[in-house]
């Protein structure tokens, strides 16, 4: 063995109990001392399983393992092995065994039999690495995802390991946490010359390896640096995966005649379309100007809100005020998007949408209070969709919710029948109880067939047999069964792989064309906003920050950052152009950005200098 | 429909009490229930009350939130106070009406009874108030420590009810939010008998039940990672350390033990029969 390499892998082999197919088939590679090495693939690629052999949870069919020279097939080696491989896994709530960060953190070492003195050492270490050391005395529960995510990053480190694993640990956050997370990784790689083995989907992620390995169906397909592997362009999405935003656009503009390399950072590459239009002789200017089309209101189906503001858990020490005054207009026919980072009040806003949070004068008790002497009348909130009127207590609320379907972040974990078919004719029988049993197996099948599913084949299926993407699909199917006129999701395309993610967007626009009038989506993610929406809102700590064209939202993107939230790559690149005196006037989409920056290019811009 | 539970009943301040070793607190709370069933007169009765009154203004809790505890016995305590008092029985009869009987011993059992409750619900939830569940498991575990000797799993058992403390708040989002989304589906959890109200419950219970065992699973798997094993050398970082207000404690429920024994022994020769409780029995 070499002292360089510290895990080396030889033609592995394994396969799930009861399963055909390799999980791994075959899986030969070596990672240096300090490297940064991030695997990616689609879900079910064996990227996973890859992880959980390299300490040990899992054992190889065939083929071997070696950690710094140890066998990791032997059993005896079991901790030794753990304790120089740290796993940190994918959902943050399921990795913490204490109420108490610190006490959390000490875990691992208790477990290995560190004293109390170096365990405190290490406790202040671990969080200080992770930049969570104030946090040292709170409760894991009470974190946001990213930050539960770095203390279990830190549980591990505890423990001292020499090569650290994340296996999709990004995948439940939100883009500020998985920031957070990746910034910490990095730095550990840098500065702690700490062996990093990133497993992720997102494309932008494994763009900050050192070398990066494509997985595809339990083989490594492809290995190389970042750059080498999105050289190779459309291989990449025969293995389920997409290339990364930025470098289709690079490739979109090279296909238009501009000079431009593979660059991975939005900065850079507005220096490199610069540089072009310098050389072209083209000083700075204009691109055609974007218009968005004029809000238009007055539908049947529109939704109103005026004033709303709420607060969790009233009068009690733990109140939290999560909506303040919120003004909104829905219209008809919208693709609306609903932006904001986790705790903004963007999902208690869209509950209040189909009621499942009732308006205070909604309630049966409530009373309207009369004005004191001398005080205005309080603001009384108020919401209309359609014709129903949210404020009044005889609203048929149940009707109403037939009307606004609503699919919550992961559906698919509120699955429960035994059946698919039984699944998704649930809301349908809850809300009309006289349907005949063909009406009913009518209603299913419509709305399992425009989901994208197989009917006859998967209606009498457990929805638990299922793979992920058909959960989240019959999920949805089972609130769309009613026909609402109203559909809002939360975060309908979380955890899924870009694939995944690209095929649930397309979903949302088949069913807008067809199904429903009015879709809404709640999203953290800027450029699932800026290509899909045509109007959306940002909520930030529980207000109306700014609402209209996405185009106009991501305007200001300053003031979106200081928020704490992200822009879209394509406002990002306009904003690096716009300094150097070229305005790119785009609905922020890829492709209209790049059909402008080509026009200006060509000279077909406005009032160029 | 949870959105009201803030889990346990820990009211956060700095105070003494707050600040007293969780094993103290637990020691104070079993050597007063035992105390108030062995006063046998009024005046060891109101030593424990001094030492109980005491503890609630040294904790700085609002008294309501301490009286809401009572608020949930209340029925209970007023029903078998009742009933006490009307078929208790005794020597020195003071009404009759029908076949209910009140006599004088009845009406001392009946108050004894009532107070030795009202002080025990009060002393139970300032020791809830003041003192966070988890410290109350490593106060747990630390008193169970000796047990270890006769192999008893007593870390496994601190570790479950540390984790189960450190999941219920996540569980109950997860209820709370498969809760709504059945809702959405028009799912009706408040009409209708209780076989439809049972039945409504499955669509809640299932997903939860299986989202409960997948967390489980990957928890295992993430303990595993962190070297989990049922080996023995292992170390504990918390360590529990008397200060000098666990002493100031000690030796208050030192004089009170003493005072009720005392008080016991001597008070019936001091004060009126009548308030001498031992002599009915």
């Known amino acids: ?609 | 429909m949870l959105n009201d539970v803030t889990f346990g009943q820990y009211y956060p301040t700095q105070s003494f009490v707050h600040r007293l070793d969780p094993r103290i607190k637990l020691l104070a709370l079993i050597a007063f229930i035992t105390l108030l069933f062995c006063s046998a007169n009024f005046y060891a009765m109101a030593a424990c009350a001094v030492v109980l009154f005491a503890a609630v203004i040294a904790a700085r809790v609002p008294f309501k939130s301490v009286l809401r505890s009572v608020k949930g016995i209340l029925f209970i305590l007023l029903f078998t106070a009742v009933l006490n008092l009307f078929f208790h029985g005794g020597e020195t009869l003071l009404c009759e009406w029908w076949i209910i009987k009140i006599y004088l011993e009845s009406i001392i059992f009946t108050v004894f009874f009532v107070l030795r409750l009202f002080f025990l619900v009060i002393a139970s939830s300032v020791l809830t108030l003041t003192t966070t569940p988890v410290a109350l498991t490593d106060g747990i575990e630390s008193l169970l420590k000796p047990l270890t000797y006769i192999k008893f799993p007593v870390h496994e058992l601190a570790l479950i009810m540390s984790i189960a403390l450190r999941f219920i708040p996540t569980l109950i989002d997860e209820t709370n939010r498969i809760i709504s989304a059945q809702k959405a589906r028009g799912a009706d959890f408040e009409s209708g008998n209780i076989f439809k109200r049972i039945k409504a419950v499955v669509p809640i219970l299932i997903p939860l039940l299986i989202s409960a065992f997948r967390r489980a699973d990957e928890l295992g798997d993430a303990m595993d990672a962190r070297c989990y094993s049922n080996a023995r050398h292992r170390t504990k970082y918390k360590k529990l350390t008397l200060g000098w207000r666990d002493l100031v404690a000690f030796f208050v429920f030192a004089s009170l033990i003493a005072g009720v024994v005392l008080l016991n022994i001597y008070a019936q020769a001091i004060c009126p029969e009548i308030f001498v409780y031992i002599k009915i029995r």
């Open chain 1, 1 to 609: 063995m070499s002292e360089e390499y510290v895990i080396e892998c030889e033609n592995l082999k394994f396969f799930y109990p009861g399963s055909e197919t390799a999980a791994l088939n075959g899986v030969s590679f070596s990672v240096r001392r300090g490297e940064f090495l991030s695997v990616v693939g689609h879900n079910g690629s064996g990227k996973s399983t890859l992880a959980r052999l390299l300490n040990g949870l899992l054992q190889a069919d065939e083929g071997t393992v070696r950690v710094l020279g140890t066998d990791v097939g032997d059993a005896k080696n079991a901790v030794e092995i753990r304790k120089s491989v740290g796993i940190v896994f994918q959902n943050p709530d399921n990795q913490t065994v204490a109420s108490i960060v610190e006490d959390d953190v000490a875990f691992g070492p208790e477990n290995i039999g560190v004293d109390r003195e170096e365990i405190s050492r290490r406790i202040e270490w671990a969080l200080g690495a992770v930049g969570m050391l104030d946090y040292r005395h709170a409760t894991p529960s009470r974190l946001s995802g990213g930050q539960k995510q770095r203390i279990a990053v830190a549980g591990v480190l505890a423990v001292k390991p020499q090569i650290l694993i994340l296996d999709e640990s990004t995948a439940m956050l939100d883009p500020k946490g998985r920031k957070e997370v990746i910034d910490v990784v990095k730095r550990l790689n840098e500065e702690e010359g700490m062996t990093v083995i990133l497993i992720t989907h997102f494309m932008e992620e494994a763009l900050l390896a050192d070398r990066t390995i494509v997985m595809n169906k339990g083989e490594i397909a492809l290995s190389g640096t970042p750059e080498e592997i999105f050289e190779s362009g459309e291989t990449l999405e025969t293995f389920n995966l997409s290339l990364p935003k930025i470098t289709v656009l690079c490739n979109a503009l090279r296909g238009a005649g501009m000079r431009i390399d593979n660059v991975l950072r939005p900065e850079e590459l507005a220096e490199k379309i610069a540089e072009n239009f310098v050389n072209r002789g083209i000083s700075g200017g204009q691109s055609q100007k974007f218009t968005p089309k004029p809000f238009e209101s007055a539908h049947e189906w529109d939704v109103e809100i005026s004033d709303l503001s709420f607060t969790y858990s009233k009068k009690s020490p733990f109140a939290k005020k999560a909506l303040d005054g919120i003004d909104l207009k829905i219209g008809e026919g919208e693709f609306f998007g609903v932006i904001g980072h986790t705790g903004s009040g963007k999902s208690t806003l869209v509950q209040h949408l189909n009621a499942l949070i009732k308006l205070p004068s909604a309630n049966k008790k409530y009373r309207a209070k009369k004005p004191k002497n001398g005080q205005p009348a309080p603001v009384i909130p108020r919401i209309s969709v359609g014709q129903f009127d949210l404020s009044d207590k005889k609203c048929d609320f149940k009707a109403l919710r037939a009307s606004v379907g609503m699919v919550f972040q992961y559906p698919e974990y509120q699955l429960f029948a035994e059946t698919v078919f039984q699944d998704v004719a649930f809301g349908l029988k809850n809300f009309n109880k006289n349907l005949t049993p063909e009406e009913i197996a009518q209603a299913v099948e419509s709305s399992i067939e425009i989901v994208g599913l197989n009917y006859e084949e998967v209606k009498d299926k457990s929805p638990f047999d299922l793979s992920g993407g058909q959960k989240r699909r019959v999920a949805i199917a089972g609130v769309i069964v009613t026909k609402p006129h109203i559909l809002i999701l939360d975060e309908p395309a979380a955890g899924l792989d870009p694939k995944g993610k690209n095929e649930i967007m397309e979903l949302l626009h088949k069913l807008h064309r067809e199904w429903c009038k009015t879709v809404i989506i709640v999203s953290h993610d800027m450029d699932e906003v800026a290509e899909n929406c045509t109007r959306a809102c940002v909520i930030s700590e529980g207000k109306v920050f700014a609402c209209g064209h996405p185009a106009d939202v991501f305007k200001r993107a300053d003031e979106l950052r200081s928020l704490g939230l992200d822009v879209p790559m394509t406002a990002k690149i306009a904003d690096g152009l716009a300094r150097r005196g070229y305005i790119i006037d785009s609905d922020c989409t890829l492709d209209d950005f790049s059909e402008k920056v080509i026009g200006l290019f060509n000279g077909e811009g406005e009032g160029n200098a």
